[in-house]
């Protein structure tokens, strides 16, 4: 038992950030009151004067492999170079690797403010029991709340662009044509085997199913993680209409949107959440809110691989809840939680000329927080400083210059903190983070044997490295042109009207 004395609390509905105590008990707040709360004998008592206690942000989105690869996708890439280049990057991973990749990035979040996230893993040619397991330990042994999926495609990009295959130059076409997937019967296997087998407490670790983008699967192998699903009460994320050739190859391949087609298969539920949803249009939105899918909004990323500006505002319009995430560490190099919320509240200024259509900060701090909860499918039970819910927060130092003055702790947090008042975070009860020390990982040795893996597996993925490299100047090309076809469908959203 522990009770926190003398911070000031924040969520939506405390957005000042007002003073109080939080009584802990095991892994849950039992109790949050006005300061001098009557707590049981023998609680310990943590002193929090000078301290702000938020809830733990929730990352709806990232990837554990990414970790091990960060700066290595290439400046001024857009999202088809890099998935020309992935299953270059993270091949020749064992088993160690995985871990040590997925400790590397809870370690990351969780200096930055996050205590939760969902995770989509990629194993190549296709996903391992092994693999999976050993992903969600290393979140155990770091003590982050996770949800893991295996990332899978039974096609290969080359695949899956129409076309494509036919228009790669010789003499590169062979090779291309000789990669391949791991077929949908087997990822499904594996899949079933890891939801069979899941040794971890759900409470703290979770798995999930991934199928990667849609194109990248065949119906067989979406239908599959759609029964799956029903069948383990999985939660299912997929990767929807990140790039705008995305929304060209969905309407060529299947006559309407890739958000109809998940539709027409019976993908759409409330257990789906879908990341980036950029190129959709209002049709989209109202399918995805008819059958309460929840989207994933990843500015960092969608920035970086100028993917676009997803319609935030609009799908909140239409009722779909919108959780935020950050996007792997290769693609939104920070992992940065803070940073995602910041720019989810500023984006959202950029296409709506009505400031009352803006996100607030309030809004922005939901999405980062309870919305992620139930998009991880913890319900209500993460995300919130309140009795019953589960004691993972974030304690900024409100001695940083950053809050000196404190006005209006919401605005300031969301529009100002880059992680440096962060002093230290709790999860499920646990100091995870005490006063900037990871209280759980062996820092300077993970470091070490990070250093030790990115020379080995430099060396050993050069060579597929150098070939999907080979391939950029042409793929970049053909890309732009298929994406920006005449008479494409690909509306990205209606604009709003100009002001008078
Ligand atoms: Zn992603």
Same mark, same amino acid.
């Given at each position: 038992m522990q009770v926190i004395r003398g911070g000031r609390l924040l969520d939506?509905?405390?957005?000042?950030?007002?003073?109080?105590?939080?009584?802990?008990?095991g892994d849950t707040i039992r109790e949050v009151g006005p300061p001098g709360l009557a707590v049981p004998a023998g609680a310990q008592e943590v002193d929090a004067r000078d301290r702000l206690l938020m809830p733990g942000l929730v990352n709806a989105h990232t990837h554990a492999h990414g970790a091990l690869a960060k700066g290595l996708i290439g400046d001024r890439w857009p999202l088809e170079l890099l998935l020309n280049v992935s299953p270059a990057t993270n091949a020749e991973r064992t088993l160690e690797d995985q871990r040590l990749s997925a400790m590397l990035s809870a370690v990351e979040m969780v200096?930055? @403010?996050?205590?939760?996230?969902?995770?989509?893993?990629?194993?190549?040619?296709?996903?391992?029991?092994?693999?999976?397991?050993?992903?969600?330990?290393? /979140?155990?042994?770091?003590?982050?709340?996770?949800?893991?999926?295996?990332?899978?495609s039974d096609r290969t990009l080359y695949e899956a662009v129409p076309g494509l295959i036919d228009a790669?130059?010789? !003499?590169?076409?062979?090779?291309?044509?000789?990669?391949r997937a791991a077929p949908a019967r087997t990822i499904l296997d594996v899949s079933r085997e890891i939801a069979r087998r899941w040794p971890f407490d759900r409470a703290q670790l979770r798995p999930a199913l991934g199928p990667t983008i849609p194109l990248h699967c065949s119906d067989e192998l979406l239908e599959g993680c759609r029964d799956l699903g029903?069948?383990?009460?999985?939660?299912?994320?997929?990767?929807?209409? $990140?790039?705008?050739?995305?929304a060209v190859m969905g309407v060529r391949r299947y006559g309407h949107s890739l958000t109809a087609h998940l539709g027409s298969l019976g993908m759409l539920g409330p257990t789906m959440s879908v990341a980036h949803a950029i190129w959709i249009d209002e049709d989209d939105m109202r399918r995805l809110a008819d059958a309460g899918v929840a989207?994933?909004?990843? !500015?960092?990323?969608?920035?970086?691989?100028g993917s676009g500006v997803a319609p935030v505002t609009r799908l909140r319009a239409h009722g779909v809840r919108v959780a935020l995430g950050t996007d792997a560490a290769n693609t939104s190099d920070s992992q940065s939680m803070f940073e995602a919320t910041?720019?989810?509240? /500023?984006?959202?200024?950029?296409?709506? !000329?009505? !400031?009352? @259509?803006?996100?607030?900060?309030?809004?922005?701090?939901?999405?980062a927080t309870a919305a992620g909860g139930e998009v991880l499918g913890f319900g209500d039970s993460i995300g919130r400083l309140a009795p019953g819910a589960r004691a993972d927060l974030v304690v900024l130092d409100l001695r940083h210059i950053s809050y000196v003055p404190l006005h209006d702790a919401a605005l300031q947090v969301?529009?100002? $903190?880059? @992680?440096? =008042?962060?002093?230290?975070v709790m999860i499920g009860g646990r100091w995870v983070l005490r006063d900037g020390t990871m209280q759980t990982v062996d820092e300077p040795r993970l470091r070490q044997r990070a250093a030790? =893996?990115?020379?080995?597996?430099?060396?050993?993925? =050069?060579?597929?490295? =150098?070939?999907?490299?080979?391939?950029?100047?042409?793929?970049?090309?053909?890309?732009?042109? /298929?994406a920006h076809t005449p008479g494409a469908v690909a509306r990205p959203w209606r604009e709003p009207p100009d002001p008078p």
């Open positions: 939506p509905p405390r957005h000042r950030g007002e003073l109080g105590d939080l009584f802990v008990d200096r930055k @403010g996050a205590t939760a996230c969902l995770d989509l893993c990629v194993e190549f040619p296709g996903p391992s029991v092994d693999g999976i397991l050993a992903v969600a330990h290393a /979140y155990g042994e770091v003590g982050m709340r996770a949800v893991v999926a295996p990332m899978v790669v130059p010789e !003499p590169l076409r062979g090779r291309v044509a000789a990669m029903r069948e383990w009460d999985l939660p299912l994320q997929t990767h929807l209409a $990140e790039s705008r050739i995305q989207a994933v909004h990843n !500015p960092l990323s969608n920035l970086r691989l910041r720019l989810a509240a /500023y984006l959202s200024r950029v296409r709506d !000329p009505d !400031p009352d @259509g803006w996100l607030s900060v309030d809004d922005a701090l939901h999405m969301v529009s100002g $903190e880059s @992680g440096l =008042a962060i002093e230290s030790e =893996a990115a020379l080995r597996l430099g060396a050993a993925t =050069a060579d597929r490295r =150098a070939f999907a490299r080979s391939l950029e100047p042409w793929l970049g090309g053909f890309c732009r042109a /298929y």
